[in-house]
């Protein structure tokens, strides 16, 4: 069983930054693949970034790239999500997600959010 806390929310203006931690209480939290996903007000969830086992390989959406860099700490079980040039379309619920062994497996383990709220 993997637990993920996350942290860093609150509210930003457009044009700042603002960076987000993903906590995993698991001794073996190098076995797994972490994604950000997000879910605005009324809308569906939505995958944002994801970073391998290894850390060597990161993917994001269209909407985020050249704005948010994930990155992971495996020896201190954290991923953080560094976003820059936020806009109002970034306010949500920031999820963290854990991927046992990487694709295809399903990110079966999932935190409880973080909400942020990015004011024009």
């Known amino acids: 069983q993997v637990r993920l806390v996350e942290s860093g929310g609150g509210e930003e203006e457009a044009g700042g930054s603002r960076s987000l931690s993903c906590f995993a209480s698991?001794?073996?939290?190098?076995?797994?693949?972490v994604g950000w996903f997000r879910q605005a007000p009324g809308k569906s969830r939505e995958f944002v970034a994801s970073i391998s086992k290894l850390g060597d390989t990161t993917d994001y959406a269209d909407s985020v790239k050249g704005r948010f860099t994930i990155s992971r700490d495996i020896g201190e079980n954290i991923v953080r999500l560094q976003m820059t040039d936020l806009k109002p379309a970034d306010t949500a619920d920031y999820y963290c997600?854990?991927?046992?062994?990487?694709?295809?497996?399903?990110?079966?383990?999932w935190g409880q959010g973080t909400f942020l709220t990015v004011s024009s």
């Open positions: 698991t001794r073996t939290f190098g076995r797994y693949a």
């Open positions: 997600a854990a991927q046992l062994d990487g694709p295809p497996n399903p990110f079966a383990y």
